[in-house]
């Protein structure tokens, strides 16, 4: 039986060109919707998401992102923000949260990307997140402008997997 959250896994690929398609609210809902559902040390859920359509502020949203400019042409973007108190902790939570709301978005045929996690400085503050949070990525979606046909570059089975003991053949 083929199992739908692996595929996810393996197929998804980092988006940055989006075509003109808007994405439903419905789909944008259940994509926050998994990142809230995501576990987090002790169930703390540090995050929060601001959940970004109009186009002005997605142009404004954009210019904030150093490296990720195109999200200015993206259907909708989240910005990820998390409580600074909760340190490592809180950014191991919400990366977590980051990660299912881009397999749940790419379960719904919508591509994304994390764009972020440094040169997003003036982000917090134009979309009002209170100074007591950061924000750790801003997610960009939308249909994809060509077809996602990528194939992912990772290294091979034996540099990252061991079995039993590090350095040991994985198979
Ligand atoms: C923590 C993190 C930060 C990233 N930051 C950016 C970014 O700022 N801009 C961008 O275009 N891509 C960013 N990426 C996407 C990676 O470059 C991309 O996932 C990686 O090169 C692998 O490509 P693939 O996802 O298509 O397999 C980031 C990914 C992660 C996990």
Do not use: C
Not at 100 to 111: F, H, P, Y
Not at 121 to 150: H, I, N, Q, S
């Amino acid at each position: 039986m083929a199992n739908g959250v692996f595929e996810a896994a393996r197929t998804i690929l980092a988006v940055r060109e989006f075509d003109e398609r808007p994405v439903a609210n419905d789909v944008l809902r259940r994509i926050l919707e998994a990142g809230r559902y995501t576990a987090s040390g002790r169930n703390g859920q540090p995050w929060h998401f601001v959940l970004v359509r109009d186009r002005e502020r997605l142009r404004k949203l954009g210019s904030l992102v150093r490296t990720g400019g195109y999200t200015a042409n993206a259907a909708a973007a989240v910005i990820v923000g998390y409580e600074k108190a909760t340190g490592q902790y809180g950014i191991s939570d919400t990366s977590r949260a980051i990660q299912t709301m881009l397999l749940t978005a790419w379960g719904e045929g919508v591509a994304s990307n994390w764009t972020g996690f440094g040169g997003i400085e003036g982000v917090r503050e134009e979309f009002g997140f209170p100074e007591t949070y950061d924000v750790l990525a801003v997610l960009p979606f939308g249909y994809p402008r060509r077809k996602v046909a990528g194939k992912k570059k990772r290294k091979p089975v034996n540099e990252v997997m061991s079995a039993e003991r590090f350095g040991e053949p994985f198979s």
